[in-house]
T-cell receptor, first 116, second 111 residues
Framework: AQKITQTQPGMFVQEKEAVTLDCTYD???????LFWYKQPSSGEMIFLIY??????QNATEGRYSLNFQKARKSANLVISASQLGDSAMYFC?????????????FGTGTRLTIIP | NAGVTQTPKFRILKIGQSMTLQCTQD?????MYWYRQDPGMGLKLIYY???????DKGEVPNGYNVSRSTTEDFPLRLELAAPSQTSVYFC??????????FGPGTRLTVL
């Protein structure tokens, strides 16, 4: 069985600083995908970034980057130059290759608060 | 292009009542999913579909049913609602192995 662990229930960060949100995962399958989603207070789930287990380089999308350390089974999200609008819940998720190849297992999330 | 739409946004049910949560996507995605999110938790998969006419159970399917007669629609049926089904329900869709796009959610309370 696979598992996603997010050990930071909440974080407070000063505006314009960089933020690292931790995510570790556990799977025995060599082929998997890792996702990060943002959930603002309005409730919708916003897809941020994706990393495939065979990708050679760390994924980047604008101010978001994924620090993928395969040997450590970690997939931390890095947000550069944080903004007030980054305040939200952030969920790490992993695609289960043994469950129709599309099932996502979610972590419990990290609540990020950006301080002006 | 509306993406993934869900109706209703909010609903209160009495124990034992039934209802259908509607989900429609206009992106021609073949994969669709239903998740529930309990307070302070991540999302858990209820059912998913890899195409019209094909559905399968997720992690927490008990008390729910789905159907997928078209590519666009993936309704979730609750039979005999129970307080344990109080949650926020999210529908999502994706094309093959891409990121999943979520609807705005339906907040359901069962009293």
């Amino acid at each position: 069985a696979q598992k996603i662990t997010q050990t930071q229930p909440g974080m407070f960060v000063q505006e314009k600083e960089a933020v690292t949100l931790d995510c570790t995962y556990d799977t025995s399958d060599p082929s998997y995908g890792l996702f990060w989603y943002k959930q603002p207070s309005s409730g919708e789930m916003i897809f941020l970034i994706y990393q495939g287990s065979y990708d050679q380089q760390n994924a980047t999308e604008g101010r978001y980057s994924l620090n993928f350390q395969k040997a450590r089974k970690s997939a931390n999200l890095v947000i550069s130059a944080s903004q007030l609008g980054d305040s939200a819940m952030y969920f790490c998720a992993m695609r289960d290759p043994n469950f129709g190849n599309e099932k996502l297992t979610f972590g419990t999330g990290t609540r990020l608060t950006i301080i002006p | 292009n509306a993406g993934v739409t869900q109706t209703p946004k909010f609903r209160i049910l009495k124990i034992g009542q039934s209802m259908t949560l509607q989900c429609t996507q206009d992106m021609n995605h073949n994969y669709m999913y239903w998740y529930r999110q309990d307070p302070g938790m991540g999302l858990k998969l209820i059912y998913y579909s890899v195409g019209a006419g094909i559905t399968d159970k997720g992690e927490v399917p008990n008390g729910y049913n789905v159907s997928r007669s078209t590519t666009e629609d993936f309704p979730l049926r609750l039979e005999l609602a129970a307080p344990s089904q109080t949650s926020v329900y999210f529908c999502a869709s994706s094309y093959l192995s891409g990121g999943q796009f979520f609807g705005p959610g339906t907040r359901l309370t069962v009293l």
